[in-house]
């Protein structure tokens, strides 16, 4: 899920704090002023080996237990902590993406194939590559999709808007 909200530069946030957080393999430790609840996903960004999408387990004001392991880090540094408020539609789009990428993984960069006299050519976009889980639900992600990155501190400028 975390590749493709990359990918559409949204994440869903809800609240964001940051502050100087500890991270051990089950969660990450701090002073949290933000709700989060079991269920819930939440975004780390600013770590060094941890940014990422993780579901929350359990919670309190000073730790928030996740599902997956961490890698331990006490760096000192201030870290984002964002929670997150995911449309089940979305999550479901994910998991279609999921199997998608299972079924076709095996012909990934393969455009086609021949054996003696059998050939087949597998779909292709306009440009002649095979395609990918972002071309084919490209239309249906639009409607998740943010112009620049949550984690930005302003959007990018616009390189066509005219000087003055």
């Known amino acids: 899920m975390y590749?493709?909200?990359?990918?559409?530069?949204?994440?869903f946030i809800y609240k964001m704090e940051?502050?100087?957080?500890?991270?051990?393999?089950?969660?990450?430790?701090?002073?949290?002023?933000?709700?989060y609840v079991k269920g819930m996903y939440i975004v780390i960004n600013g770590s060094y080996l941890n940014d990422g999408l993780y579901k929350v387990d359990s919670a309190t004001s000073n730790k928030i237990t996740v599902e997956e392991t961490l890698t331990v880090e006490n760096t000192g540094e201030t870290?984002?902590?964002?929670?997150?408020?995911?449309?089940?539609?979305?999550?479901?789009?994910?998991?279609?993406?999921?199997?998608?990428?299972?079924?076709?993984?095996?012909?990934?960069?393969?455009?086609?194939?021949?054996?003696?006299?059998y050939s087949i050519?597998?779909?292709?976009?306009?440009?002649?590559?095979?395609?990918?889980?972002?071309?084919?639900?490209?239309?249906?992600?639009?409607?998740?999709?943010?112009?620049?990155?949550t984690f930005e501190t302003s959007p990018p400028r616009n390189r066509y808007a005219r000087c003055r």
């Open 18 to 35: 940051s502050g100087t957080y500890s991270i051990e393999t089950d969660g990450i430790v701090g002073n949290f002023g933000n709700t």
């Open 3 to 11: 590749e493709i909200m990359k990918a559409i530069n949204n994440y």
């Open 121 to 149: 050519s597998y779909d292709k976009s306009g440009s002649g590559d095979t395609i990918s889980w972002m071309s084919a639900f490209s239309s249906r992600l639009a409607a998740y999709r943010k112009m620049y990155n």
């Open 79 to 117: 870290m984002v902590v964002a929670n997150c408020k995911v449309p089940n539609e979305f999550i479901s789009l994910v998991a279609e993406i999921t199997t998608w990428n299972t079924n076709n993984a095996k012909n990934a960069g393969v455009a086609s194939e021949k054996i003696d006299d």
